[in-house]
């Protein structure tokens, strides 16, 4: 990686506004409304909500993959990957053209689909497939550079050398996931999309896998949005947390804060969705009803049916993202609750416990 | 949770009385076909699992895929029939004739993974209840017929039944839907339940809600449940008693709280650090990464001796006996035997 002389924490990727429609005209389904995350350089954001929720059509639409009938009808993205003589630069994603997406995507963004199984060529080694970008992006290499930057690549990522002239269906589905993340990573993005990159996995293969592209994101320095429906595991590894429903992100905010003290219904819901792993056993309920069909939203704010804290107010009118009652600061949550007019009810009003210093302590209370 | 008689362990929630379903000694070896220099060779799938599901009782089997969890479920509802053990319903051997069969299946119900799969999308749900409806209990009339089929969307918590009966599955959510695949079992009055992982494909918002209603068919209809999960927190959640699977063979199993507080098997402490858990007060250690073994040709001893930190000689050599190793816990691991002191302190 070369070394980056823009500071750790400013933005790589703003995505303001985002709207994105399914089909056109009369039919057209608003799949993402109003979407505006910031991915800082060296964090990890995640991005969590359930199937049909918008989130990985965000992923899509921001890195122009999206494909017809997926529409992005408004908003900007913008990325600001360091130049080769380390000032940041600018490029309006939405605007760019062709050629200049195709210089972009791997080499400084990449992304790595959920099903490693389909997103891998079957008839490709993965020695092949591995050095691909490689051959179009540096073109200066010779094949034997080649060749072990590939081997590199997979012992990075903890696949031995004697793999690298495997087929996809040899390799294991753990294995197979690790050769997507070392693909992406092969010429060092400053970006990386994962879209739910670990959930066909079993848990222990989960966990080693997400151990390795954490040590080696403080390795590699780059900054990861972490798509997935499993917010138990996004609270354990992402530093920020965006929540998604219904094409909108509900809410945002630091993931401690999040798990200890979530400011929208649905956030509490969804955290309330996870049984524990520990203490007392108690009933749960989850969130009653079932997400809504993007063709028949519900008016006003999308939860409102399934919120145990509806108000008038929320049928009528659709809250936008706002800080919450009595806070300052970064995180934001879209609900009417948090207005400042009314009393918040105490399950969205609690505080985060200070950081915890090596003490363990026992959160049974929340989950 | 487990009695020994003879030398069989059967793991299960410990009641009185005769349990509903009671699985003996259940062995699968699927034969493996072709390959030039393979031979006839089989996968070990399930070896030797002693299982009984008193009524009124949920137990939880836990495993990562390829453990045989989903094979053990298939043949305890007679879908795969096995190498060798047998089936015990209320005590008595289950028989083979079609007649037998066809008496056993309305009493033992698997409910599948995918529902977005097992219902059939040109069919109402009406069509998906009445016809287990009229195969098993032959009702007199269609007005009966009718009310039958509303009672069963009743009793899965889908009301007004009139709503959902002349609904095509694609009109409903996927909880809706594990729903109805829920309703059809009940449909033939079964004392067992079984769900082979019922939630896995579904919202996770929705996912209690599903568990739920498990919890509630156990409780108001005194059902036996086997719930078959690679979710070790919500097998916690619903279960009595949890058994862990590895590669077809159970390592440990006892009262669910036990188990994930107190696991004393290496696998199962594996199993509980990898699985997320927000309020961990730690970072995670691992230990015994790497995976799963080929069933076709199974470490010798312990088969989970290759990834174990523990791994004394014997492991590599004999396969370790269920050993008691709390109220009701068994584990199969030589660490908890007086006999072999462990090289390395286990924690729990």
Redesign the interface.
């Known amino acids: 990686m070369t070394a980056t002389t823009t500071a750790i924490g400013s933005p790589v990727l703003e995505v303001r506004d985002l709207c994105v429609d399914y089909g056109l005209g009369d039919k057209a389904v608003r799949a993402i409304t109003d979407a505006s995350i910031t991915l800082r350089r060296g964090e990890v954001l995640g991005l969590a909500g359930e199937s049909g929720s918008g989130k990985s059509t965000l992923a899509y639409a921001l890195t122009r993959l999206l494909r017809a009938p997926g529409v992005i009808t408004g908003g900007e993205v913008l990325f600001h990957p360091n130049g080769p003589d380390g000032t940041a630069q600018t490029i309006d994603l939405l605007a760019a053209s062709a050629a200049q997406l195709r210089r972009i995507r791997w080499s400084q963004l990449a992304v790595v689909f959920q099903s490693a199984m389909h997103a891998l060529n079957p008839v490709a080694r993965i020695d092949a497939q591995l050095t691909d970008s490689l051959k179009a992006h540096r073109a200066d290499m010779s094949p034997a550079q080649r060749r072990e930057r590939a081997v590199e690549l997979l012992r990075m990522v903890g696949i031995s050398e004697d793999r690298v002239r495997s087929y996809p269906h040899e390799l294991s589905g753990g294995m197979r996931q690790r050769v997507m993340i070392a693909m992406a990573l092969a010429l060092e993005p400053q970006v990386v999309i994962m879209d739910e990159p670990t959930t066909a996995l079993d848990v222990v293969t989960q966990r080693e896998i997400i151990e390795e592209l954490m040590q080696l994101k403080e390795r590699l320095g780059f900054a990861i949005v972490f798509i997935t429906h499993d917010l138990s595991l996004l609270i354990e590894l992402a530093d920020r947390i965006a929540i998604m429903y219904a094409g909108r992100i509900v809410e945002q905010a630091d993931a401690r804060q999040l798990f200890h003290a979530p400011r929208h219904p649905y956030s509490l819901g969804l955290l309330n969705s996870f049984p524990s792993l520990h203490g007392e056993r108690v009933r749960m309920e989850g969130i009653p009803g079932s997400p809504p069909s993007l063709s028949t939203l519900p008016t006003g704010c999308a939860f409102h049916p399934r919120c145990g804290f509806a108000l008038d107010r929320c049928r009528a009118d659709t809250p936008v993202l706002m800080s919450p009652t009595g806070e300052a600061g970064e995180r934001t949550a879209a609900c009417w609750l948090q207005d400042g007019r009314q009393d918040v009810p105490a399950q969205l009003n609690l505080t985060a416990p200070p950081r915890p210093t090596g003490a363990p302590q026992s959160d049974g209370s929340l989950l | 949770m487990t009695t020994q008689t003879e030398n069989r362990v059967v793991h299960g929630p410990k009641r009185e009385g005769v349990p509903a379903l009671e699985a003996r000694n259940l062995t699968k070896h699927f034969p493996v076909h072709g390959g030039i220099r393979r031979g006839n060779q089989v996968v070990h799938a399930v070896e030797d699992i002693s299982l009984a599901l008193p009524e009124g009782t949920a137990t939880a089997v836990v495993g990562?895929?390829g453990s045989g969890k989903s094979t053990l479920a298939r043949m305890l509802v007679q879908l795969i029939t096995p190498t060798s053990g047998e089936l015990l319903l209320d005590g008595r051997p289950v028989g083979t004739s079609s007649r037998e069969r066809r008496a056993y299946t309305s009493q033992v119900h698997l409910v599948l993974q995918d529902p977005f799969s097992s219902l059939n999308s040109v069919h109402t749900v009406r069509y998906h209840l009445e016809r287990p409806l009229k195969l098993h209990r032959r009702p007199g009339s269609a007005k009966e017929l009718d009310e039958l089929a509303k009672s069963l969307l009743e009793r899965v918590a889908l009301t007004p039944a009139d709503r959902y009966i002349d609904k095509y599955p694609h009109e409903l959510?996927?909880?809706?839907r594990q729903r109805i695949a829920i309703a059809r079992g009940l449909a033939v009055e079964p004392r067992v339940l079984l769900a082979d992982e019922p939630v896995s494909m579904l919202?996770?918002?929705?996912?209690?809600?599903v568990l739920?209603l498990l919890d509630e068919l156990r409780e108001r209809e005194r059902l036996a449940v086997l719930y078959v999960t690679?979710d070790?927190?919500?097998a916690?959640?619903l279960a009595d008693t949890v058994v862990v699977m590895y590669a077809g063979q159970v390592v440990e199993s006892g009262p669910?709280?036990q188990i994930?507080?107190a696991p004393a098997h290496p696998y199962t402490q594996?199993?509980?650090?990898?699985?997320?858990?927000?309020?961990?007060?730690?970072p995670?250690a691992?230990r015994?990464?790497g995976?799963p073994p080929s069933l076709v040709n199974p470490p010798a001893g312990c088969r989970f001796n290759p990834r174990c930190p523990f791994a004394m000689d014997i492991c590599r050599t004999s396969a370790p006996p269920a050993l008691p190793v709390g109220d009701d816990q068994v584990a199969a691991c030589w660490l908890h035997s007086p006999d072999h002191k462990p090289e390395a302190p286990v924690s729990t």
Not at chain 2, 271 to 280: F, I, K, Y
């Open positions: 990562e895929s959510s996927g909880g809706q919202d996770v918002s929705i996912r209690l809600g739920n690679h070790i927190a919500s916690r959640y669910a709280l994930t507080d594996l199993l509980l650090s990898a699985a997320p858990a927000p309020q961990r007060p730690g995670v691992l015994g990464r995976a």
